[in-house]
């Protein structure tokens, strides 16, 4: 199947332009369609213009409810017709509102292998309990934080003397090759 993809995001972007580049050289099938930012301040946004994306600003604080925010996406979301929605760095935590409107599947990735540190700084606490290996995670949403069905992995060697900042720049290159070949797999199932 060849999906109408859209991306949430709330930062730096580099999943979202991973897969934009990947749609656009044609190793994907599928089309992004629409980056949404939760972030007036998002790098993203203005990567994803550079490609000639349709982008929109959505910031939650000028709702008077968190479900008047959810429904102005929902809106933008089947305005653009997407069908697959994927989140990228999005620093919200979508609601159970939101979950039940939106009919599309909605993919994510964690770092972290899943179900281990999920939620904030998952580099952090690998680093913190002092595991061996850490890596990534695209999941399906639901209702609770990063516990959707697991769709696939990547690993990472933690080395002795590994930093976080070198264990995330690890975990963010598996990212970059992990959501593509999952994105690729679902064309080819559905």
């Keep these: 199947m060849v999906f109408k993809i859209g991306i949430l995001i709330s930062g730096n972007g580099s999943n979202m332009l991973n897969i934009i580049n990947a ?9 992004v369609k629409l980056v949404i930012s ?13 490609k000639k994306i349709n982008t929109l600003t959505i910031e939650e604080k000028k ?10 996406i929902l809106k933008s979301l089947i305005k ?3 069908n697959l929605l994927c989140l990228a760095g ?25 179900p281990a540190f999920k939620g904030i700084d998952a580099p952090k606490q690998a680093l913190d309990l002092g595991v061996k290996f850490s890596g990534c995670t695209v999941h399906y949403v639901n209702e609770d934080v990063d516990c959707g069905k697991i769709i696939d992995q990547r690993f990472v060697k933690i080395d002795k003397k ?3 900042t070198s264990l995330k720049k690890k975990i963010l290159k598996e990212e970059h090759k992990l959501y593509i070949n999952v994105i690729g797999k679902l064309e080819k199932e559905v």
């Design 23 to 31: 749609c656009q050289t044609n190793f994907l099938s599928s089309e």
């Design 38 to 50: 939760s972030n007036t301040k998002a790098q993203g946004i203005k990567k994803a213009r550079r």
């Design 63 to 72: 709702f008077h409810t968190k479900n008047h925010f959810e429904e102005e």
């Design 80 to 82: 653009h017709d997407v």
């Design 90 to 114: 999005y620093m919200k935590i979508l609601s159970k509102e939101f979950l039940k409107k939106w009919k599309y599947d909605i993919l994510n990735i964690h770092p972290s292998l899943l």
């Design 162 to 164: 590994e930093s976080l």
